[in-house]
């Protein structure tokens, strides 16, 4: 009997059980001994009936004690059954955790036991179990397909299918993982798995972070000694690296069977594994696309340890309705099992199915009328000329022959593509080439930093990448996925270099020889791809941790254009400067002329005022989009404008700002620059743009009522005004320790809460991230935003900062923009960050400022600056016990506006307990 004594095992889910053999390794009437983790036992001593059974298999060198969370959070279940609520939800499940033979604390049998022999060997003990449905199975490494070898012969049993990182297939073209070669290497494979304990040792290292020294120890307990590895050799040693390998016929059976398997099914993936990566991940979603996937950035290969799987798996059981019935799911479940929000109002559920125009109506629509013949997109050369434009005929012309070569090399409905384009003609042209193939466009620009930039990309799992040189490089370097095609044409030496296939210059070629005629448009599919087809993945500016895909269908993308032209009055013949990539985008999709100035798009403070006046003089501008940071640097370069930069600026009609707060005086300033213009100041965020709405007009008077507090409600932050057209807006009030823990819309006035938004723009799901799309649609069909805010008494909504970023001060929680916005004010402050240091519910809230001119060094603030700060903050009523001066704010990249609040925090904490201050 085996002696359980490890962290997290109750030693009552140890048991061993003789099972006979029906496997070809094995002699007629040979009994195995398997050594096991199950609670069912300990369930039914207590007199609970579990809802179903995982069917828990680990991989190589692991062992049962890798799935010790589940088996307690499945015990725990039934300790919540009891309770005095009875709730039917709180059924606990049968956790089966297998030691496969030769593995674990499993009988070693002296045999080497194939893939098949192992799904016949699961076989035999389940049968020997009596197990019956509803059984869903759980699998990790190698232990994943066995499992799914497992629930394609015994589907009349099962419920769902539960995956961490593993393979059923090698891609085409692609080696086996390194590490994996080197395991197999004649060399090495002997000393490696068996003789030595180094196979063991590499895999419990990937363990991110490191794993505890008591659970090594338990992970090695089953191997000590060469005598009880062979079973790890042996495991290596039947990796199909090829077509010709004995158990590769096994392997694509299970890989090809997964394709017609319907149950519900959920992927938890460690992106940062070296063996099972990404495109792995890929390949399975190919054979299971209704499978609910989540990446758990930063976990790797063990993910289970890195990362607590127990919930979420026990999360999505929930969802499949097996706690309240112990029938299995109907055949369809995989749909219901997505967790889709509901709709906010009849009204949406109407839309869905309905015909809408597609983005590039517009853009199709003036490119056949009388207006064809004028400029539809234009970029801008540093000299303040025009170097590149083309008509709206022309634009639709191109966009129709580089449809047809990319659909020549397999560029269609579903197909991901990586666009690493500067905003232009070229990024014009590609994007609505593949939306109109049915495409999804993958927007992750160079703003996230080479490293977030990466990691968005593998995330993805592009089918093709489009870029220019450096992205092109950046891809061969990081091995990033997706078939290559460059911009432009590069020599034949270049292209071998960095794997490109060809280029958009050549795939224009290809497509005028397939369209019938030079404005043939038969490239274009006959239908449009369906309005809930998804259409984008854009990625958010990662400045509250990772960026996030963001998915978005056609209809989406629709309805965020249709909401910017009734919210803004944006309407066919516009001319727009689009200094913010996505309204670069998005101008042909209103009918607007649109023009890039000469700046690096990825970093807006580059923006200069004689720019934009040659931006919006080449076009006579009517419409500006800059973010803040531009138009601060804008503001102190206008020096430099000539009379004639003056006068373009002059005549611009409306000026937008977002991405961050915008202070009033800022805008102020630029209303002297732009007379005639009404300013604006959409809110929204990658998820739902725009939220709301107000002009500069509306800010002023939203502050004399909230100075004269004759509006209820107002102040304590940023005006963002009304919601906009087809928006609705709530928030669920915040508790003493700062979350949002409701689901029950308010729109009082004064109360402090989570910003909750519903929208028919609103994102359709976060790519591959399950758990957190699950939490934004907590509430039933609203988007919870992850803004903190209120609403006065007139409903403008203010925005008081990041519900991330609340202050837990002892008796209060305060949050940041309000004190920020009242430092600012300061003339010796030019950005302000409020944050909270140590522990939560006694937080200290300290003011970090950026000062004016810059000081040389950070630290703590000059006394006299100190009391001025504290000063500020305490009419905005915030008392700040710590006032610290930093030379800039760390901001993310993207907008060079959105200060890094949480780094900040950190680097206080440091300084506060005497530290180096170095730089935050």
Same mark, same amino acid.
């Given at each position: 009997?085996?002696?359980?004594?490890?962290?997290?095992?109750?030693?009552?889910?140890?048991?061993?059980?003789?099972?006979?053999?029906?496997?070809?390794?094995?002699?007629?009437?040979?009994? +195995?001994?398997?050594?096991?983790?199950?609670?069912?036992?300990?369930?039914?001593?207590?007199?609970?009936?579990?809802?179903?059974?995982?069917?828990?298999?680990?991989?190589?060198?692991?062992?049962?004690?890798?799935?010790?969370?589940?088996?307690?959070?499945?015990?725990?279940?039934?300790?919540?059954?009891?309770?005095?609520?009875?709730?039917?939800?709180?059924?606990?499940?049968?956790?089966?955790?297998?030691?496969?033979?030769?593995?674990?604390?499993?009988? =070693?049998?002296?045999?080497?036991?194939?893939?098949?022999?192992?799904?016949?060997?699961?076989?035999?003990?389940?049968?020997?179990?009596?197990?019956?449905?509803?059984?869903?199975?759980?699998?990790?490494?190698?232990?994943?397909?066995?499992?799914?070898?497992?629930?394609?012969?015994?589907?009349?049993?099962?419920?769902?299918?539960?995956? #961490?990182?593993?393979?059923?297939?090698?891609?085409?073209?692609?080696?086996?993982?390194?590490?994996? *070669?080197?395991?197999?290497?004649?060399?090495?494979?002997?000393?490696?798995?068996?003789?030595?304990?180094?196979?063991?040792?590499?895999?419990?290292?990937?363990?991110?972070?490191?794993?505890?020294?008591?659970?090594?120890?338990?992970?090695?307990?089953?191997?000590?000694?060469?005598?009880?590895?062979?079973?790890?050799?042996?495991?290596?040693?039947?990796?199909?690296?090829?077509?010709?390998? $004995?158990?590769?016929?096994?392997?694509?059976?299970?890989?090809?069977?997964? *394709?017609?398997?319907?149950?519900?099914?959920?992927?938890?993936?460690?992106?940062?594994?070296?063996?099972?990566?990404?495109?792995?991940?890929?390949?399975?979603?190919?054979?299971?696309?209704?499978?609910?996937?989540?990446?758990?950035?930063?976990?790797?290969?063990?993910?289970?340890?890195? +990362?607590?799987?127990?919930?979420?798996?026990?999360?999505?059981?929930?969802?499949?309705?097996?706690?309240?019935?112990?029938?299995?799911?109907?055949?369809?479940?995989?749909?219901?099992?997505?967790?889709? $929000?509901?709709?906010?109002?009849?009204?949406? #559920?109407?839309?869905?199915?309905?015909?809408?125009?597609?983005?590039?109506?517009?853009?199709?629509?003036? /490119?056949?009328?009388?207006?064809?013949?004028?400029?539809?997109?234009?970029?801008?050369?540093?000299?303040?000329?025009?170097?590149?434009?083309? #008509?709206?005929?022309?634009?639709?012309?191109?966009?129709?022959?580089?449809?047809?070569?990319?659909?020549?090399?397999?560029?269609?409905?579903?197909?991901?593509?990586?666009?690493?384009?500067?905003?232009?003609?070229?990024?014009?042209?590609?994007?609505? /080439?593949?939306?109109?193939?049915?495409?999804?466009?993958?927007?992750?620009?160079?703003?996230?930093?080479?490293?977030?930039?990466?990691?968005?990309?593998?995330?993805?799992?592009?089918?093709?990448?489009?870029?220019?040189?450096?992205?092109?490089?950046?891809?061969?370097?990081?091995?990033?996925?997706?078939?290559?095609?460059?911009?432009?044409?590069?020599?034949?030496? =270049?292209?071998?270099?960095?794997?490109?296939?060809?280029?958009?210059?050549?795939?224009?070629?290809?497509?005028?020889?397939?369209?019938?005629?030079?404005?043939?448009?038969?490239?274009?599919?006959?239908?449009?791809?369906? $309005?809930?087809?998804?259409?984008?993945?854009?990625?958010?500016?990662?400045?509250?941790?990772?960026?996030?895909?963001?998915?978005?269908?056609?209809?989406?993308?629709?309805?965020?254009?249709?909401?910017?032209?009734?919210?803004?009055?944006? *309407?066919?013949? /516009? *001319?727009?400067?689009?200094?913010?990539?996505?309204?670069?985008?998005?101008?042909?999709?209103?009918?607007?002329?649109?023009?890039?100035?000469?700046?690096?798009?990825?970093?807006?403070?580059?923006?200069?005022?004689?720019?934009?006046?040659?931006?919006?003089?080449?076009?006579?501008?009517?419409?500006?989009?800059?973010?803040? /940071?531009?138009?601060?640097?804008?503001?102190?370069?206008?020096?430099?404008?000539?009379?004639?930069?003056?006068?373009?600026?002059?005549?611009?009609?409306?000026?937008?700002?977002?991405?961050?707060?915008?202070?009033?005086?800022?805008?102020?300033?630029?209303?002297?620059?732009?007379?005639?213009?009404?300013?604006?100041?959409?809110?929204?965020?990658?998820?739902?743009?725009?939220?709301?709405?107000?002009?500069?007009?509306?800010?002023?008077?939203?502050?004399?009522?909230?100075?004269?507090?004759?509006?209820?409600?107002?102040?304590?932050?940023?005006?963002?005004?009304?919601?906009?057209?087809?928006?609705?807006?709530?928030?669920?009030?915040?508790?003493?320790?700062?979350?949002?823990?409701?689901?029950? $819309?308010?729109?009082?006035?004064?109360?402090?809460?989570?910003?909750?938004?519903?929208?028919?723009?609103?994102?359709?799901?976060?790519? @591959?991230?399950?758990?957190?799309? +699950?939490?934004?649609?907590?509430?039933?069909?609203?988007?919870?935003?992850?803004?903190?805010?209120?609403?006065?008494?007139?409903?403008?909504?203010?925005?008081?900062?990041?519900?991330?970023?609340?202050?837990?001060?002892?008796?209060?929680?305060?949050?940041?923009?309000?004190?920020?916005?009242?430092?600012?004010?300061?003339?010796?402050?030019?950005?302000?960050?409020?944050?909270?240091?140590?522990?939560?519910?006694?937080?200290?809230?300290?003011?970090?400022?950026?000062?004016?001119?810059?000081?040389?060094?950070?630290?703590?603030?000059?006394?006299?600056?100190?009391? @001025?700060?504290?000063?500020?903050? @305490?009419?905005?009523?915030?008392?700040?016990?710590?006032?610290?001066?930093?030379?800039?704010?760390?901001?993310?990249?993207?907008?060079?506006?959105?200060?890094?609040?949480?780094?900040?925090?950190?680097?206080?904490?440091?300084?506060?307990?005497?530290?180096?201050?170095?730089?935050?």
């Amino acid at each position: 009997m085996v002696t359980a004594d490890w962290p997290g095992v109750d030693p009552e889910w140890s048991r061993e059980i003789d099972v006979p053999s029906t496997s070809a390794a094995d002699k007629p009437g040979a009994v +195995r001994t398997w050594h096991l983790l199950d609670n069912g036992p300990q369930l039914a001593r207590r007199g609970l009936v579990p809802a179903g059974t995982l069917l828990c298999v680990h991989g190589n060198p692991t062992w049962s004690f890798l799935w010790r969370s589940l088996l307690a959070a499945g015990s725990d279940a039934g300790s919540a059954a009891t309770s005095d609520t009875g709730s039917a939800a709180g059924r606990p499940w049968r956790v089966v955790a297998v030691d496969q033979l030769d593995m674990g604390f499993s009988e =070693r049998t002296g045999t080497f036991r194939r893939l098949a022999d192992r799904i016949n060997d699961l076989a035999d003990l389940t049968a020997a179990l009596g197990l019956d449905g509803p059984v869903v199975t759980v699998g990790h490494d190698w232990g994943g397909v066995i499992s799914l070898g497992w629930a394609l012969a015994h589907q009349e049993q099962l419920a769902g299918v539960v995956l #961490t990182n593993t393979a059923v297939h090698q891609p085409a073209g692609s080696p086996i993982p390194a590490a994996l *070669r080197l395991a197999l290497h004649p060399a090495v494979h002997r000393w490696g798995t068996t003789t030595s304990d180094a196979f063991l040792r590499v895999t419990h290292a990937l363990a991110r972070p490191p794993l505890a020294a008591e659970v090594r120890r338990a992970f090695m307990a089953p191997y000590r000694g060469a005598g009880r590895r062979t079973g790890v050799g042996n495991f290596v040693a039947d990796i199909p690296a090829d077509a010709s390998h $004995p158990s590769f016929p096994a392997l694509n059976d299970v890989a090809e069977g997964l *394709r017609g398997l319907s149950v519900p099914a959920l992927m938890l993936w460690g992106p940062a594994d070296p063996i099972f990566s990404d495109r792995y991940l890929k390949d399975l979603l190919g054979r299971l696309p209704h499978a609910q996937v989540h990446r758990f950035e930063g976990a790797g290969h063990l993910v289970a340890e890195d +990362r607590d799987i127990a919930a979420p798996v026990f999360e999505w059981l929930a969802g499949l309705g097996l706690a309240e019935s112990s029938a299995l799911p109907p055949k369809d479940a995989a749909a219901a099992a997505a967790g889709a $929000p509901e709709p906010a109002d009849h009204a949406a #559920t109407e839309q869905a199915g309905t015909a809408v125009p597609p983005l590039w109506a517009p853009l199709t629509g003036l /490119a056949a009328g009388a207006d064809g013949g004028g400029t539809a997109v234009a970029e801008m050369a540093a000299d303040g000329q025009v170097t590149r434009s083309l #008509t709206w005929l022309e634009l639709e012309q191109n966009i129709a022959r580089l449809a047809a070569g990319l659909r020549d090399i397999g560029v269609g409905p579903q197909k991901r593509v990586s666009l690493m384009v500067p905003p232009g003609v070229d990024l014009t042209v590609v994007l609505y /080439a593949c939306l109109r193939l049915g495409a999804v466009v993958v927007v992750a620009d160079a703003g996230l930093g080479t490293r977030g930039l990466s990691r968005a990309v593998k995330g993805a799992t592009p089918d093709f990448l489009i870029g220019i040189d450096k992205a092109l490089t950046a891809a061969s370097v990081l091995g990033w996925p997706g078939r290559r095609i460059s911009v432009r044409e590069l020599p034949a030496a =270049r292209r071998r270099l960095l794997g490109v296939e060809t280029s958009l210059t050549a795939l224009a070629r290809q497509g005028i020889r397939t369209c019938k005629g030079p404005t043939s448009d038969s490239s274009v599919p006959d239908a449009a791809p369906a $309005p809930d087809a998804p259409a984008a993945v854009l990625f958010t500016s990662g400045s509250t941790g990772p960026a996030k895909g963001v998915l978005y269908t056609h209809r989406q993308l629709a309805a965020m254009r249709d909401t910017l032209a009734a919210t803004l009055g944006i *309407r066919p013949g /516009a *001319r727009l400067v689009a200094g913010f990539a996505p309204f670069a985008l998005l101008g042909p999709a209103l009918g607007a002329v649109s023009v890039t100035p000469a700046m690096d798009v990825t970093a807006p403070r580059t923006l200069t005022a004689r720019a934009l006046a040659d931006a919006a003089a080449s076009i006579d501008a009517t419409v500006v989009f800059a973010s803040p /940071a531009a138009l601060r640097n804008v503001l102190a370069s206008a020096g430099s404008l000539s009379p004639a930069g003056h006068e373009a600026l002059e005549r611009v009609e409306l000026l937008l700002s977002a991405g961050a707060p915008v202070p009033e005086p800022l805008l102020a300033e630029m209303q002297r620059l732009m007379p005639r213009a009404s300013l604006h100041t959409p809110y929204g965020m990658t998820e739902a743009l725009p939220v709301t709405d107000i002009s500069l007009e509306q800010i002023r008077a939203a502050r004399a009522d909230a100075d004269a507090r004759t509006m209820p409600g107002a102040g304590n932050g940023v005006c963002v005004g009304l919601p906009v057209h087809g928006a609705r807006v709530a928030v669920i009030p915040l508790a003493e320790d700062g979350t949002a823990p409701g689901d029950c $819309p308010v729109k009082a006035p004064g109360v402090t809460g989570e910003i909750l938004v519903s929208a028919p723009h609103v994102k359709e799901a976060y790519d @591959r991230l399950w758990l957190t799309q +699950r939490e934004s649609v907590r509430t039933a069909g609203w988007h919870r935003t992850g803004d903190v805010g209120h609403f006065d008494a007139a409903g403008r909504l203010w925005v008081e900062g990041r519900l991330a970023h609340v202050v837990t001060a002892p008796g209060s929680v305060v949050t940041p923009v309000g004190a920020e916005q009242a430092i600012e004010h300061l003339d010796d402050v030019g950005l302000a960050a409020v944050v909270g240091v140590g522990p939560a519910g006694t937080q200290a809230v300290v003011a970090v400022v950026e000062t004016v001119p810059a000081v040389r060094r950070a630290g703590p603030a000059a006394p006299h600056l100190a009391g @001025r700060v504290r000063d500020a903050a @305490r009419l905005a009523g915030v008392s700040v016990s710590a006032v610290l001066a930093v030379p800039a704010q760390p901001t993310d990249i993207r907008h060079n506006a959105k200060i890094d609040r949480t780094r900040l925090a950190r680097w206080a904490s440091r300084v506060l307990a005497g530290g180096r201050p170095g730089t935050p």
